[in-house]
């Protein structure tokens, strides 16, 4: 039990080297909590760049500078596909917007061409963006309706 605890802390003394972090042990019960801790750490780099993101949108939306050349572009999916919105102008971006969901994007004002496949369909536009806007891409699929009629006596 000692040896381990001593080969523990000097694992911990070795690789604190490098770092100006002091580490701290890590305690655990079984194998999943060890997983749970680590999942953690790993996704925290993507937490931090879609709290970023979002906190990019709302300083863009709340933004009343007259010299701000920037614009948010929200675009809704009230269609039954995911797409992805290849939008093209001075710089090109591509948005993937899920199902029944709502995506952000900040944009340069002006002009833009949109184009995706809409369940299938395609989807073309050429826009003037001068002020934060909203677009809504609305494309239902036609289910086939059962006209089987069941006979009841």
């Not at 710089?91 to 900040?106: C, D, F, G, R, W």
């Amino acid at each position: 039990m000692c040896k381990a605890y001593l080969l523990i802390l000097s694992s911990f003394f070795l690789t604190s080297c490098a770092s100006s972090v002091i580490p701290e042990p890590v305690i655990v019960k079984s194998n999943s909590d060890l997983i749970l801790k680590t999942d953690s750490i790993k996704s925290a780099p993507a937490k931090i760049a879609l709290e970023n993101q979002a906190l990019t949108i709302l300083n863009q939306l709340f933004n009343t500078d007259v010299a701000n050349n920037k614009m948010v572009l929200m675009i809704s999916n009230e269609s039954d596909c995911d797409f992805v919105m290849n939008i093209a102008g001075t710089k090109s971006y591509s948005l993937p917007v899920a199902t029944n969901k709502t995506e952000s994007i900040v944009l340069e004002q002006g002009e833009y061409q949109m184009t995706s496949e809409v369940c299938n369909t395609s989807y073309r536009a050429f826009k003037n963006f001068f002020q934060n806007t909203q677009l809504s891409i609305r494309h239902r699929l036609i289910k086939p309706h059962d006209s089987t009629v069941v006979n009841q006596q």
